[in-house]
């Protein structure tokens, strides 16, 4: 199906005011133009610049929507003038949900140049709280009222990182009672076998929120949803649809490139999300959720959100 932009742009609109915000897992995508983004807009010199694109688009993008999920802070650690320049771009009413650096969440870095030296070798700042305040909390703490979520994506540990999920269970309630209140926490998990009531029992101690994903080893949203205590563990709800269970990030990637169009339509993801977003508006106390969509999910995201609000909406 097209994304027509203005009936989208007025169901975003609708949902944001009861609390339920719908957004995309980045937005600096030039497979969007006709659909969201005017190319025209970012001509310097008459000609096309991608450095305008990105610098800019993030403005045309909440003219539509209400809240992204940035990515970018997985990366490094967000500054004061980097989260100014993003909300200085917005309307008042648009709410950012950050990834946490990874820095926080990484037991072991990875074999991947971007960590240099450090490339499989233990991370000694794994789950510090001093260092998640003062590098993290301090720079946001100026624009908390514009911010959503504050995700912990934890990357798939495997046996040498925690031979039982307990164990990193445990880890995961000491760090979460140091965390400073008052901030919407979420945790992301890779490993389905973590997915255990003494999890679900830490979050709801902390009031933290577990991030339901959609990915490529984790169960479908719509089993983790069953999962008892699942939903209750706070005020709020959380999740990423990310990619179909069972298809790898590296292929959706090559099949859905440069995110045009959707190409393969996944249904149960749409009604999971669908679901999430009927019972965060039934609920006694309408409101909050934050429900994000990934281009790599389905091809494209604008597309998988029309759908997904019109099935919401639908009686």
């Known amino acids: ?68 999920s940035v990515d970018a802070a997985y990366y490094q650690f967000p500054t004061g003038p980097w989260l100014e320049s993003m909300v200085s771009q917005v309307p008042d009413d648009f709410q950012f949900t950050l990834k946490v650096t990874d820095e926080i ?6 074999n991947l140049p971007r960590f240099g030296r450090r490339a499989g070798k233990p991370n000694e700042h ?14 946001c703490e100026p624009f908390r009222a514009r911010l959503g979520v504050l995700m912990f994506e934890f990357s798939q540990f495997h046996s040498g990182d925690f031979a039982r999920g307990r164990e990193f269970v445990a880890a995961l309630d000491e760090f979460l009672a140091k965390l400073p209140r008052g901030w919407r926490y979420g945790v992301e998990l890779r490993n389905r076998n973590f997915l255990q009531p ?51 990030y590296g ?14 339509v996944y249904p149960a993801g749409r009604r999971a999300a669908a679901g999430l977003i009927k019972t965060a508006l039934a609920g006694p106390a309408p409101g909050q959720a934050y429900v ?7 091809g494209n995201a604008l597309e998988s959100i029309a759908a997904i609000v019109d099935e919401a909406n639908a009686n």
């Not at 027509?4 to 600096?28: C, I, M, P, Y």
């Not at 719509?222 to 999740?239: I, N, W």
């Not at 994000?292 to 389905?298: A, G, P, Q």
Request: glycine share 4%; charged share 25%.
């Open 126 to 139: 794994f789950l510090n709280a001093d260092l998640f305040a003062s590098a993290f909390l301090h720079a």
């Open 105 to 110: 969440t990484l037991k072991r870095f990875p």
């Open 1 to 68: 199906m097209a994304c027509d932009r203005d009936h989208l742009k007025f169901n975003l609109a609708a949902l944001a005011a009861r609390g339920v915000f719908l957004g995309t897992s980045s937005w600096k995508y030039p497979g969007w133009f006709g659909q969201l983004y005017e190319r025209d807009r970012y001509i310097w010199r008459g000609k096309f610049s991608n450095a305008r694109f990105e610098r800019l688009c993030l403005a045309e993008y909440s003219q539509v929507f209400k809240t992204v």
């Open 251 to 264: 292929d959706a990637v090559k099949q859905f490139s440069p995110y045009e169009r959707v190409q393969d």
């Open 292 to 298: 994000y969509v990934n281009n790599r999910l389905e």
């Open 198 to 248: 003494e999890y679900f029992s830490v979050l709801t101690r902390h009031r933290a929120a577990h991030v339901f994903n959609s990915w490529q080893d984790m169960p479908p949203v719509d089993e983790q949803l069953a999962l008892p205590g699942s939903r209750s563990t706070a005020d709020f709800v959380a999740a990423r649809f990310l990619l179909k269970p069972g298809r790898k």
